[in-house]
Structures are given as C-alpha cells and as structure tokens.
C-alpha cells in the first residue's frame, strides 16, 4: 500500500506524518516496526513547453481525442 506524504522539518531531524486514513487501512499501532521505500515524485513542469509542435492546441486536443475512440 502506498500513500503520498510531505517531508516535514521537526527539530534538527527530516520526518513525515502519516494520514489517519493510510494508518487505519494499514492497521499501524504505536511503537511498531514498518520498512519504508523512498520514491522520488517526479517534476515534470521543467518538460512543459519544451516539445514544438507543428499543429494548434486545438488541432492537437482534437488528433488527441480521435486516438480513444
């Protein structure tokens, strides 16, 4: 199971809070032992913009949109 979470300051140390939600579906308790996996989000706002296309928004919307058909 997985959940996205925010890594937080808290004194001189790096953590995360857990949502209610993910520790009642994961049946978490107090002072037990869980492994964590980091996963890295990826920022894909740096690739906006970098593709040239030969076509409108719309054009490309409407070539988009003809493909789920």
């Known amino acids: 199971m997985a959940t996205e979470v925010q890594v937080?300051?808290?004194g001189n140390s790096l953590g995360v809070l857990l949502p209610k939600e993910?520790?009642?579906k994961?049946?978490?308790k107090?002072?037990?032992?869980?492994?964590?996996e980091i996963v890295k989000k990826a920022d894909l706002s740096k690739?906006?913009?970098m593709i040239k296309r030969k076509m409108s928004d719309r054009e490309f919307k409407?070539?988009?949109?003809?493909g789920w058909d």
């Open 8 to 10: 937080r300051k808290i």
């Open 30 to 36: 107090p002072k037990e032992k869980i492994l964590i």
């Open 47 to 49: 690739f906006f913009g």
């Open 26 to 28: 994961s049946h978490l």
């Open 62 to 66: 409407e070539m988009v949109k003809s």
């Open 22 to 24: 993910f520790v009642k």
